[in-house]
């Protein structure tokens, strides 16, 4: 693993777009954009500490999580749904081709939680329940599955996705074990890679579960996405982890970390 960027508080929600790897900094409220040469740029502040995400629309226009506020909002930060009907605490969010956005929370991080849908005409409806702690998201190509992490369950579950954003056939696509899964994306060939924070590695799976690659880090990893020039470089988001009482420890020790995977 290589170094490309260092001295963030806790970075999180990575995505590769337009040709630069996409994060949020938690505890900053910053969302960057960092070039493959380890170039960052602030491209958006948001008042919310964590969590932090974010997603585009078809269109192009982006769409960002203000968890604490149960909120998604523009990148001008005016608002695009209220999401409080249907959680008090919101984390990830992923995007469809037909412009509806998936976003998991809950009422109680204790409790199990739930994914909730904005649809391209601004209907905000519950269409999941019982998340064992929702985290990283991705959905198919085909825009025809919603993969969501379970961290509280060690698995990866999966819904069909109905044209007007509903879920059904809910199943395990991948049971990890002992592993949390936090962040996600999907590669050219179906399989996902995952973040584990506590076990410091992000794990490449096909459904079913069979691990396909793993790569260890000397600290939790939070995120990750494949990116560079022609998709084979892993970028992982990791920081030391000190628990919700004392989220960023004593200082920053977030990282962007990549390593090519083939």
């Not at 998201?137 to 999966?158: F, H, N, Q, W």
């Not at 899964?181 to 069979?210: M, S």
Request: glycine content about 14%; hydrophobic content about 40%.
């Amino acid at each position: 693993m290589n170094t490309l960027l260092d001295g963030l508080k806790l970075p999180e929600s990575a995505r590769w777009h337009d040709g630069r790897l996409w994060l949020a900094n938690w505890g900053s409220g910053e969302i960057l954009a960092v070039t493959p040469g380890g170039e960052s740029e602030v491209v958006a502040n948001v008042p919310a500490a964590m969590p932090l995400t974010f997603d585009w629309l078809p269109d192009g226009r982006l769409l960002i999580v203000d968890g604490p506020n149960a909120s998604l909002l523009n990148a001008d930060l005016s608002g695009y749904a209220d999401l409080s009907p249907v959680a008090a605490f919101c984390n990830e969010v992923v995007t469809d081709g037909r412009g509806n956005a998936f976003v998991n929370g809950s009422h109680d991080l204790q409790a199990p939680g739930v994914i909730a849908v904005v649809t391209p005409d601004g209907e905000v409806r519950q269409v999941a329940d019982g998340i064992l702690f929702g985290n990283g998201m991705a959905i198919t190509p085909d825009d025809k599955t919603l993969i969501v992490a379970e961290s509280y369950g060690c698995r990866l579950t999966a819904f069909d996705i109905a044209e007007d954003g509903s879920l059904s056939g809910r199943r395990v696509w991948a049971g990890l074990g002992g592993d949390h899964p936090d962040g996600i994306c999907l590669d050219a060939e179906g399989a996902v890679w995952y973040a584990d924070v506590a076990n410091k590695h992000c794990v490449r799976v096909r459904e079913g579960g069979e691990v396909l690659q793993k790569v260890e880090t000397d600290r939790g990893c939070f995120s990750c996405t494949l990116g560079g020039e022609d998709g084979s470089s892993l970028y992982v988001l990791a920081a030391e982890w000190h628990g919700w009482e004392n989220p960023f420890g004593d200082g920053p020790t977030g990282q962007v970390q990549v390593t090519e995977v083939g």
